[in-house]
């Protein structure tokens, strides 16, 4: 069975750090981009960040840049989200996917073929 697994969110304060964690099952990063986006209430889900299994290539989400980084650990098929420097503009729920599709960099989010079931991030002012 394919799993997608998020865990490490929680309740911090602004200007705090949180890491979140992907880790899957079932399948291994091998080919695949695996990206962070996120859902606050009442918006729509939008990516934060991406990673390329195959050479390491990241992208992030103007809002995020210079505070979040993405990393993979193929050996434990893992992806993390450090974020630092969080700000209330942050709370939502984070998912993370993965997404075969080698034609763009970042996928958009419907070439994701994967999605886990999220961890909720809050950030207090």
């Known amino acids: 069975e394919v799993q997608l697994v998020e865990s490490g969110g929680g309740l911090v304060q602004a200007g705090g750090s949180l890491r979140l964690s992907c880790a899957a099952s079932?399948?291994?990063?091998?080919?695949?981009?695996i990206g962070w986006f996120r859902q606050a209430p009442g918006k729509e889900r939008e990516g934060v960040s991406c990673i390329s299994s195959n050479d390491g290539s990241t992208h992030y989400a103007d809002s995020v840049k210079g505070r979040f980084t993405i990393s993979i650990d193929n050996a434990k098929n893992t992806v993390y989200l450090q974020m630092n420097s969080l700000k209330p503009e942050d709370t939502a729920v984070y998912y993370c996917?993965?997404?075969?599709?080698?034609?763009?960099?970042?996928?958009?989010?419907?070439?994701?073929?994967?999605w886990g079931q999220g961890t909720q991030v809050t950030v207090s002012s």
């Open positions: 079932g399948f291994t990063f091998d080919d695949y981009a």
């Open positions: 996917a993965a997404s075969s599709s080698r034609w763009l960099f970042p996928p958009p989010k419907y070439e994701y073929d994967y």
